[in-house]
């Protein structure tokens, strides 16, 4: 394929692209929910690659206004954006997106641009947009290169989408189920690090789309299958919803479903023998956690400390209960704390009510220990904005959130 060629930016283009920043603030939604119009209106086909439940709850189109927003106030420096290049690349891999869609999307970017601003796009400043798509194109398509000769490189790796028969499918709550998924051409299976998720692609009769899902591996490295654990969305007409619904309602033992390899980069810092590792989830948000904590226990054989923070609504729906019991028996070192919304009475470990880490401070504020949220983005904020109110060094507080980041914290 013809590679894009990469002109370098003057002193006049740099600062009309940093001239757009307080329109990208005001309006940067409206173009980009613009821009998904247009490209799925003349590239329908992409319609199977792009996740259709991001789009349906706009989460995908602010995702995008912040990266295009953050990109113009760091046109002059763009390197300081490589974390969030690195999360999107991770993102852009699960889903198979290969340099051939940057072009694509640039027209319509660069076409979104000069509908929406009308006369105030001038010649000038669509030029100068081009060159700054162009240029990071080739930053994110040359970053992600490596991901995918990464993936390559890793025994039993692959790229695109592969077949996995379900083997076992095990009720582990009354809305969570687990599907054990093994190679269908009988081969390695690349090694995941903990915390990493593998995209699902279905067929959705009811969109007439194929259609990607990502969900977290819930299970630690093994080198024969990979788990994933699903919540049903009763009564959902979300994309994602009906993606994890037909798993549960039409996907059974011995079908085939197509996976992409482990991605993501939420996973364990272990850098210091020793180290405290504190892991605070909300309902399915414990999935990579618990593949965290399982490969610390059973994998590493490790003795440093080990708090688990859970929160769900009961005891019904709580997920790995004998799981925990698990790993409570296997390391004394593992401390389990147990948050329930109807629970009326405290119960051992078990408190009342949602999530509230100043009740068990004393556990979890440990010196120089990593900290892992996973679960809604409310969720999330609040337990980071505690921890930091409480004197841990953001740089030690790690999160996942499900779908397009919507928000930055570090």
């Given amino acids: 394929m013809r590679e894009l060629k990469i002109k370098v930016m003057n002193e006049q283009q740099v600062a ?22 247009r490209m799925f209106k003349h590239n329908p086909e992409l319609k199977h690659v792009f996740n259709m439940g991001n789009q349906k709850s706009g989460k ?15 046109i002059e420096n763009p390197s300081v954006l490589m ?15 290969r340099p051939e869609h940057y072009q694509i999307v640039g027209n319509h970017l660069i076409s979104s641009i000069k509908e929406v601003l009308g006369e105030g796009a001038t010649d000038e400043l669509l030029e100068a947009w081009t060159i700054a798509y162009n240029q990071l194109a080739a930053i994110m398509s040359g970053h992600e290169a490596h ?71 819930s299970n630690s ?23 994890s619904n037909r798993l549960h309602d039409h996907v059974q033992v011995g079908d085939t479903i197509e996976l992409s390899s482990p991605s993501g980069n939420f996973v364990l810092q272990n850098k210091e023998e020793g180290q ?30 080990i708090v688990w923070v859970h929160g769900c609504r009961n005891e019904r729906v709580h997920a790995f209960k004998n799981r925990l019991r698990e790993l409570s028996a296997a390391n004394s070192a593992f401390q389990n704390h147990l948050f329930y919304e109807q629970q009326e009475a405290e119960n051992g470990n078990i408190k009342c009510g949602i999530v509230d880490l100043q009740q068990i401070e004393d556990k979890i504020l440990l010196e120089d220990a990593n900290y892992y949220l996973c679960g809604p983005a409310g969720f999330i904020r609040k337990q980071y904005e505690y921890l930091k109110q409480a004197g841990v060094d953001p740089s030690s507080i790690h999160f996942e959130e499900f779908g397009p980041a919507s928000f930055s914290l570090n």
């Fill in 60 to 74: 995908q189109q602010t995702a995008l206004a912040m990266a295009v927003l953050a990109y113009a106030e760091n």
């Fill in 276 to 305: 405290p590792q504190v892991f605070i989830s909300g309902g399915i948000g414990q999935t990579p956690l618990l593949a965290m904590v399982e490969d610390l226990i059973f994998n590493k054989n490790t003795d440093q400390p």
């Fill in 16 to 37: 009309l692209i940093k001239a757009t920043v307080p329109v990208l603030k005001e309006n940067g939604v409206l173009l980009t929910s613009y821009f998904y119009e």
């Fill in 83 to 97: 974390g969030v290049v690195d999360h999107i690349g991770h993102k852009h891999t699960s889903l198979d997106i």
């Fill in 147 to 217: 991901i995918y000769d990464d993936k390559v490189k890793k025994s039993g790796g692959w790229t695109g989408w592969r077949p996995f028969t379900v083997k076992d499918r095990v009720n582990e709550s009354e809305e969570i189920t687990s599907f054990y998924l093994y190679p269908t051409d009988g081969g390695k299976i690349a090694e995941h690090l903990p915390g990493q998720y593998i995209s699902v692609r279905l067929f959705l009769p009811e969109l007439d789309l194929l259609q990607p899902r990502q969900y977290s591996v």
């Fill in 221 to 243: 490295p093994n080198g024969e299958y990979y788990r994933i654990s699903v919540k049903k969305e009763k009564g959902s007409t979300h994309p994602d919803g009906m993606i």
